[in-house]
């Protein structure tokens, strides 16, 4: 069974909370809550978006938009920050960050440049799962 | 005409220099060579990407994997990263860099990490909007 033998790779489980799938694609919380940082990671051996098979490229896409709406609200954010770089952890991961002007390191772009951290508690993770399942479901 | 009205943010065109279009999406590429970083931006308002009015959206979508799929074969490229940040400037552009491990900021996330500059030739420009003409015809 794939479910069996994907695995995350240790940066991404060491820096995110797992907060749950939508079918092959895996959604994770940065843990520092500096900002509100989100990466989602399809099931695939691809590096590059380009190569993500065509069933779940579909998926991947309508889940960014997805959740890129849902951030942009719950967060009530000024901009939202989509990218796939992929330079250190080279496991195929879409970051989709929440930024507001007044965030800690606004406009600059969040990679390098985050130096403050906070921590969730257990009661905003709940909460935040229980929204995601609500408005962010299933991207197929 | 949506064509006559659409201007290139002041930024984007003091920074890049005009490839040409691809239907109603502008292809730029920085001026700054030390990286071979594209950039799309779709004659539109929307400033986030779900934003985009669906016939466009999907030409840009493609144009982006066409895009990215070119700069990895030309530039000999390690990975690709594309994003969508716009927290400086606002209107909407899509970035398409590619990266190799011997470039001037591996493994760093490019914005705010490119401490080198370079310049292209109107030898190597040419060139390549020639390849580009080849290559990555209209995303349609």
Request: hydrophobic share 45%; glycine share 4%.
């Amino acid at each position: 069974m794939r479910d069996e033998i994907f695995e995350l790779h240790p940066n991404l489980s060491a820096d995110f909370h797992p907060l749950g799938r939508r079918g092959a694609i895996h959604l994770l919380l940065r843990r520092n809550a500096a900002l509100p940082w989100f990466i989602l990671v399809p099931e695939t051996d691809a590096l590059e978006l380009y190569d993500v098979p065509t069933p779940l490229r579909r998926e991947l896409d309508q889940l960014i938009d997805a959740l890129a709406r849902f951030v942009k609200a719950r967060f009530a954010c000024d901009k939202i920050n989509i990218a796939a770089i992929g330079n250190i952890v080279p496991q195929l991961h879409v970051h989709v960050i929440g930024r507001r002007r007044d965030d800690c390191c606004w406009p600059q772009a969040a990679w390098g440049h985050v130096h403050e951290t906070r921590s969730y508690s257990d009661t905003d993770l709940a909460a935040l799962v229980q929204a995601l399942a609500n408005e962010v479901p299933n991207g197929r």
